[in-house]
T-cell receptor, first 119, second 112 residues
Framework: NAGVMQNPRHLVRRRGQEARLRCSPM?????VYWYRQLPEEGLKFMVY????????ESGMPKERFSAEFPKEGPSILRIQQVVRGDSAAYFC?????????????????FGPGTRLTVT | DQQVKQNSPSLSVQEGRISILNCDYT??????FLWYKKYPAEGPTFLIS?????DKNEDGRFTVFLNKSAKHLSLHIVPSQPGDSAVYFC???????????FGAGTRLTVKP
């Protein structure tokens, strides 16, 4: 009964390189969320995906950031041309169903996070 | 725009006493609230939730109180244990909306 898995746990990139963060949701979960936590700050919503669809990317920076959740395989958060300000912990969460009136399990279960350091 | 605020960055209590963590929100459309607990180097884990149709929800040592008129909620832990030492995040959303807003967190230290 594996939980949400993220890899790598730690990622070091030089400025200008690309960072790829992977997230495998809990078994049976088809809803994935990405959050970013900057030092001394709370979690900030970035994007919500279902299989093959981006549902809500209102928290995603307009440039350099993209996310996907293909039919097969993990969800990927991709950051192109990283800058020092991208250094943060990136958490993925999954849920069984989003909040549905009258039922559904809304709680999101988080992975251990990927700590990205840009040098 | 910080719609969910946890104004106390840290809290220290003695083992066995009550811990009270506070959270305020500004968006009156929020109707579902959650508390998450986070240990270092781990992801947040869900602790307890409450919907706006209730003003209290209890689960063992953890109780969440919601005051809708004041747009305030609190998490009570009693009795506090050293293993409760962690960062606690308050989160809020509109039921059915995926944009869950988190507070900045409160670091709880329970001293033996």
């Amino acid at each position: 009964n594996a939980g949400v898995m993220q890899n790598p746990r730690h990622l070091v990139r030089r400025r200008g390189q690309e960072a790829r963060l992977r997230c495998s949701p809990m078994k049976g979960h088809s809803h994935v969320y990405w959050y970013r936590q900057l030092p001394e700050e709370g979690l900030k919503f970035m994007v919500y995906l279902q299989k093959e669809n981006i549902i809500d990317e209102s928290g995603m920076p307009k440039e350099r950031f993209s996310a996907e959740f293909p039919k097969e395989g993990p969800s990927i958060l991709r950051i192109q041309q990283v800058v020092r300000g991208d250094s943060a912990a990136y958490f993925c969460a999954s849920s069984l169903q989003p909040g549905l009136a009258g039922g559904g399990s809304y709680e999101q279960y988080f992975g251990p996070g990927t700590r990205l350091t840009v040098t | 725009d910080q719609q969910v605020k946890q104004n106390s960055p840290s809290l220290s209590v003695q083992e066995g006493r009550i811990s009270i963590l506070n959270c305020d929100y500004t968006n009156s459309m929020f109707d579902y609230f959650l508390w998450y607990k986070k240990y270092p180097a781990e992801g947040p884990t869900f602790l307890i939730s409450i919907s706006s149709i209730k003003d209290k929800n209890e689960d063992g040592r953890f109780t969440v109180f919601l005051n809708k008129s004041a747009k305030h909620l609190s998490l009570h832990i009693v009795p506090s244990q050293p293993g409760d030492s962690a960062v606690y995040f308050c989160a809020a959303s509109e039921w059915g909306n995926n944009d869950m807003r988190f507070g900045a967190g409160t670091r709880l230290t329970v001293k033996p």
